[in-house]
């Protein structure tokens, strides 16, 4: 796996109707997944998004019901371990003569070993793939797993696993560094959700399951943003948990609670005073309508984090008066 994070995509909605299985089969089943893909419908649709990490890759994808069987070459075959689950009207994967049915919670496979899968209507599955040694350092058990569906859909760790999937899929990193710390969360949720050992559990407990659940918090205050009552209890409080507990996290991450919303309520005013259609309004306004409620202490904070007034910011980039009303 490449140690850059990267995010590649894959549609065949651009495809002519009539192309679109023998670009499934022969362009993209065996050129980039080693699998043989065999449509069963006159004409497919295939949709798929990866995130590759140090060590991990994510894939989401949805697609019209087709069978698939790995590897189409096997001598670029890998020993990667992969997680699989979805919704699939009628889906199932095997391996080593065992089946497995979408829908009945998450199935750990090998990619050294020959796998079959078939999706039926309304295919929506995600894929995650890790080296060995990274899930391995976590679940040292993890061959026990193989092809079993230990997981219940009230697993905590498992719904915090895929709510941390998506802020990653929202926000995807650049950085190699970021990207090794996300792989190692993403092994620690597993571990934690597939249930491992005292001490692995310990230190999964205290990295994987700490970072998506402060996450999941950020994404919340983002849809929560231009609240003016916007709050660490009212964040706790939608999460479960204590503000106490949310503070904390915000702590050992970095910036505080506060600190986070006062910088992404800035961020949102110095996008609109950039919008020749929102940025012409009065100014106070815009800071009132992004959760602001004193103007000075808006003035104040803006001018600290960007150097220069809302007004100067308006007046470069919309070429209006710096003295216009507030």
Known sequence: MDN???????????????????????AFGRAVLNMDFKPLTEYPDFNLESQFLPGATVTRGWNTPHALTSSYDPSRDNDDLAVVWGRSLGGVISQRGKDALSGHG??????????????????????????????????PQAESFIMRQPIGPDSEAFRLLDGYLSVLRAEPLCDPELGRAAALHICDLLALAFGTGRDCQHIAS??????????????????????????????????????????????EAGPTFSEFVLKKRLQFVHRCLGNREIGARPISSIAYHAGFSDLSYFNRAFKTAYGETPSDVRARTLGLAANDSL
């Not at 651009?14 to 299985?21: K, L, S």
């Not at 990619?111 to 995650?128: I, L």
């Not at 231009?226 to 996290?249: N, T």
């Open 206 to 251: 205290g990295r994987g399951l700490r970072a998506a659940r402060l996450g999941l918090i950020k994404r919340w205050v983002m849809t929560h943003l231009l609240d003016p009552s916007l709050c660490v209890a009212a964040a706790a409080a939608a999460q479960g948990l204590s503000p106490r507990y949310v503070q904390i996290l915000f702590a």
């Open 106 to 139: 998450p199935v750990l496979i090998s990619c050294a070993e020959t796998t079959c899968a078939k999706t039926g209507q309304n295919a929506v599955h995600t894929t995650v793939r890790l080296q060995p040694s990274l899930l391995l350092s976590m679940l």
């Open 4 to 26: 850059q994070p990267a995010l590649v995509r894959f549609s065949l909605s651009e495809v002519p109707e009539n192309e679109r299985a023998i670009t499934l089969h022969e």
